[in-house]
Structures are given as structure tokens and as C-alpha cells.
């Protein structure tokens, strides 16, 4: 009776629940866990042009709140995963599925997306616009002029449906000023949040993770207002037909429904999917499902966006 059925764009998905890039998904072994798991997708690693090694480790750490990484964009270049989602998207019972991608400069971007454009797969992209990790090159999305200009000429040439993901903004007037850019393009959907951007967690006298001295993204609880207040900002200022990902803190039922209430149509697990592993899906969905059972809701339509203000 309860279901977390969702769409993205053309897309069904049997559950909202999938992993946020980055997480389980750098190999097709790790990627082939999340579609054999209660997920209803799966998006990759970003993939760049060429294969990248990343940051030197250790680059992710568990902590108690949540978690920082700094990976540095470590992939097997875009053409494994594309291979592996068109490979999949041929056998019959196979899930949508999210290629995420991005250059590592505009240029690199467009040469990406061209190859995309002209090969046979046929799910979502995800051009991700906020990677905080590699040294020397900014969070794109932060560079609303810049941000602008890649759209611009991604929609000159890309027909397939394609979202971005973005950085967690702090600012009422980045809302708008970021809303007022997406609007112009026709984007399937944007992911509210990527990690939020150099962080420093110590432990004892130290630092956990090696690179930039200690600095990362930061996931878990530490995000999850912030997640929440971007998936709300976006779901109030976009056009309806650009959807909302929720991203950012999610490790139980109650952190998935509060994102649907900020306006979710998908929600993705990146902390506490490292944490547990593929089998988080299975206890997230259930609780989710209990408290929808609870309310008396049988779907997400039943109170996606409808989150209540005080008077
Ligand atoms: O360091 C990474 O690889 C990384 C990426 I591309 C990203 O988008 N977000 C993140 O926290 N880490």
C-alpha cells in the first residue's frame, strides 16, 4: 500500500532512496551492489575526460557527527561509467540510472557532454558543479557568471535530460540570484547539497584527512539544516519542471521525509551509505515507509513540498 515510487524527468524509480555521488560508486562492483540493493538508482563516481588518481590518503574519515573527505576527484574517467550504463540500460529488468561528470575545465566539460550526446545511453546526467576538493580550481556553481556561461552552451548542443549538483549556498540572495540563472535552462533537476566545502575536523592535536592540510568536505550531520534549507530554497524558486534532489544528512526514515517535505522528489545517502554499506537502503526505506504508514500517506505526492510555516 505505502510507496516510495518516484519520477525524474521521463524516469520511474520503485524507491526515492539511491547513493549520493562519490559513495559506493567508483567501480562497477560497487555500483552493481547499489542496483542489486533496495535502492531505486544509482549515480557514479564523477567522472572526468581521463582516468584521475585523486588526493593522497588518507582523504575520507568517519566521524562522530558525519564525515570529511577530501578525495580529489579520484575516477576511472567517464567512459567506464557511460560504459556500464549503457551496458546495463540493455537488460530488461535494469533501474535509470544518473551519470554524474564534470571537466576539469569548460572546455573538458563540453567535450565530455558531446560524447554523452552522441552515445546510446538514454538515462540522467549529472553535471556536478561543486566539487570542493580539487586544489586550485574553485566550486563551479559558487562562479554564478561562469555557471551561466557552461549552461549556456551545454543546452547549445545537449538534448538529454541533465541536472547539476550543486554547492550548499548560505545566502537568501544566492538563492535567488542561483534560481533566477537555472531557470533560464532546461535543467531535469538540480541535487541540493553537495558536502560542504572546507571543513577541518582534529582529533587529539591532528588532522584526519591528509590533503590541503587537513581541509574538506564535510557530510552527515553536520549538513543536514543546511541540505534541507537548499532543497527548500530551490523547490520554492524553480519552475516546476525542474525537480529537486535532496542530498545531505539523510540516515533515517525521518531524515528522508524531511527532505520530501522540503520538496525532494529523490533523496540520495552518501555518510551514512559508507558507514553501513548497500543495506542501508533496505532499513532507510522501511522506516520511511513507517512513518508514511503512520500519517496515513501512500505516496510522496502526499506531502512532497508541503512542509508547514508558523503563522
Ligand atoms: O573529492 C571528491 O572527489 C569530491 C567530489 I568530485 C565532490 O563533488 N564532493 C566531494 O565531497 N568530494
Known amino acids: 500500500m505505502v510507496s516510495t515510487h518516484t519520477t525524474i524527468g521521463p524516469f520511474t524509480f520503485d524507491n526515492c532512496l539511491m547513493n549520493a555521488a562519490g559513495v559506493y560508486c567508483m567501480t562497477r562492483e560497487e555500483l552493481k551492489a547499489i542496483e542489486d540493493s533496495a535502492a531505486g538508482s544509482f549515480v557514479t563516481k564523477t567522472g572526468t ?3 584521475r588518481a585523486g588526493n593522497p590518503e588518507p582523504r575520507y574519515a568517519d566521524t562522530a557527527l558525519g564525515s570529511i573527505n577530501s578525495m580529489g576527484l579520484p575516477n576511472k574517467g567517464f567512459q567506464y561509467y557511460l560504459d556500464y550504463v549503457i551496458e546495463l540500460q540493455q537488460e530488461p529488468d535494469s533501474k535509470n540510472h544518473f551519470l554524474s561528470l564534470v571537466g576539469m575545465s569548460p572546455e573538458e566539460t563540453h567535450t565530455i557532454l558531446k560524447a554523452v550526446q552522441a552515445s546510446d545511453y538514454q538515462g540522467l546526467i549529472e553535471l556536478n558543479l561543486s566539487c570542493p576538493n580539487v586544489p586550485g580550481k574553485p566550486q563551479i556553481a559558487y562562479d554564478f ?20 549538483k550543486l554547492p550548499p549556498y548560505f545566502d537568501i540572495v544566492h538563492f535567488d540570484q542561483a534560481a533566477a540563472i537555472f531557470n533560464k535552462y532546461p535543467l531535469t533537476f538540480v541535487n541540493c547539497i553537495n558536502s560542504i566545502g572546507n571543513g577541518l575536523v582534529i582529533e587529539d592535536e591532528a588532522v584526519v584527512i591528509k590533503p590541503k592540510n587537513g581541509f574538506g568536505g564535510l557530510g552527515g550531520d553536520y549538513v543536514k539544516p543546511t541540505a534541507l534549507a537548499n532543497v527548500h530554497a530551490f523547490y520554492k524558486r524553480l519552475n516546476p519542471s525542474i525537480q529537486i534532489i535532496g542530498t545531505g544528512g539523510v540516515k533515517t526514515g525521518r531524515d528522508a ?13 552518501g555518510t551514512a551509505l559508507h558507514q553501513e554499506g548497500p543495506e542501508v537502503f533496505e532499513r532507510i526505506t522501511k522506516e520511511l515507509k513507517d512513518i508514511m504508514a503512520a500519517k496515513g500517506y501512500d505516496s510522496l505526492e502526499d506531502f512532497r513540498g508541503k512542509l508547514t510555516y508558523i503563522d
Open 49 to 51: 575526460l581521463k582516468e
Open 145 to 164: 557568471e561562469t555557471t551561466d556561461q557552461i549552461l549556456s552552451e551545454v543546452f547549445s548542443y545537449f538534448t538529454k535530460p541533465l541536472g547539476i
Open 257 to 269: 521525509f524531511e527532505h520530501i517535505l522540503c520538496g525532494a522528489s529523490m533523496v540520495q545517502i
